[in-house]
C-alpha cells in the first residue's frame, strides 16, 4: 500500500476538483479512498458533511477513514441529558458532537475507526458495507467470529457488539457510516454513556444498550493501523482500484471551500444542544441545611435547549416568594446550561438581601439546580 504524503495529496486534490461546482472530478472509476489527518471530531463530520453536498458521487464511490480525540457523538434526532453525563464530559474536557444521521450514541477516541461509505442514494447500501468490513477482518484473522446482524451491526463472538451504524440519505447523495472498536477505552466509554439526570421524559430517539468488546481483546496484535490498512486494501479490491489512501487536511479551504464554516456550526450551542427535541424535566431532590432537610421539586419545560416554562416548589420560610419568583423568571427563556444558569444566579445575589443565612440557603437552591443541567 502507498500512503502518500498530507502535502501531496493535497495538491492532487486541489488539482481535481471541479470548476463551476466544489466538487471532485472522476479521476478513477469506481472509488476513492481519502483519510483524514485530523483527530477533531467537529473536522471530520464536517468532511463527511462536504463530501455528501459537494462531490459528484455517480461514477465514484468514496471511502472516508477517520479517527478522534474522546468525543461522544450523538444522533441528529437525540437528546444529550438523555444520552451521556455531561458533567463528566465537562470534567474531563471531552468534546460532545452532534451528527447529521440518526441513530444513537458512540463514544470514540483513538482506539475507534470511523469508516463513511458515500454513494449515490440509489446505490446506498449498508449491509454490503458491512460486509466488506467483516472480510477485511476475516483476512486479517481468519479464526475472527465476527458477523453482521440484522440491525446493522457487527457483533465479536455472536454477542459483543464492535461496530454500531448510522446513515443520512440525502436528495441524489447518500452515507453509511459506522464505527469499530479496535482498544478503545471501555471504562471511559461506560461511564460517560451513563445519564445520571432523573426525571427526562422526551420522546427524542433513545440508544439501545449493548454489550461491547475490543478487537484487540480478542487478538493484540490488531491495531487500529493494520485493521484501517485491512479495510482500505478490501475496498480497493472490490471497487477495482489501486489502493492508495488519499490523506486529506479539513481545515484546508483550498481543497475544500467552506469546510471551515461547517465545522465552527458544529460546534455552536445551538446545534449541539438546541437541536434536542422537546423535553420535560420533572424531578425532586433533598437539601440538607443546618438541621433540617427541604424537599425540593423542579418542573421544566425544555424546547430548543432553552427553559421554556419553569416551576420550583419549596416551603416559603425557606425562601421568600419574591426571590424564588425572580428566580423563575430569569430561568424561564435562558439556556438549560449550568454556565448561563452560574451567570443568571450571580446577578439575582446581588440584589439578594444581605443575610449571610439566606444567601447559603440561595446557593444551595441554585447549585442543586445546576445539577439538574
Partial sequence: MVLQSALKNCLQLSCILQAPKAGFRNTASGGLIMQSTSNDVYQNLAVEDWIHDHMNLENQQVLFLWRNSPAVVIGRHQNPWQECNLRLLRQK?????????????????????????????????RMENLKLVVKALKALRPQLDVHVTDRYDILLDRQYKISGTAAKLGRTAAYHHCTLLCNTDKFVLSSVLKSPYKGLKSNATPSVPASVKNL??????LTSELVLDAIAEEYATQHQIDCHINLINPADETVLPGINNKAKELQTWEWVYGKTPKFNVSTHFDIAYKDSVLDVKVDMDVKHGRIEVCNIDLPEQWLPPALCSELVKNLTGSKFCPNE??????????????????QSRWNLLCENIKMLM
Fill in 341 to 358: 444558569t452560574t451567570a443568571l444566579v450571580t446577578t439575582l445575589l446581588r440584589v439578594c438581601p444581605q443575610d449571610g443565612d439566606l
Fill in 93 to 125: 474536557n471531552i468534546k460532545l458532537a452532534r451528527r447529521r444521521s440518526g441513530g444513537g450514541t458512540v463514544y470514540h477516541d483513538l482506539g475507534n475507526i470511523n469508516l463513511t461509505f458515500f454513494t449515490t442514494r440509489k446505490k446506498h447500501e
Fill in 216 to 221: 484487540f481483546e480478542e487478538d493484540s496484535s
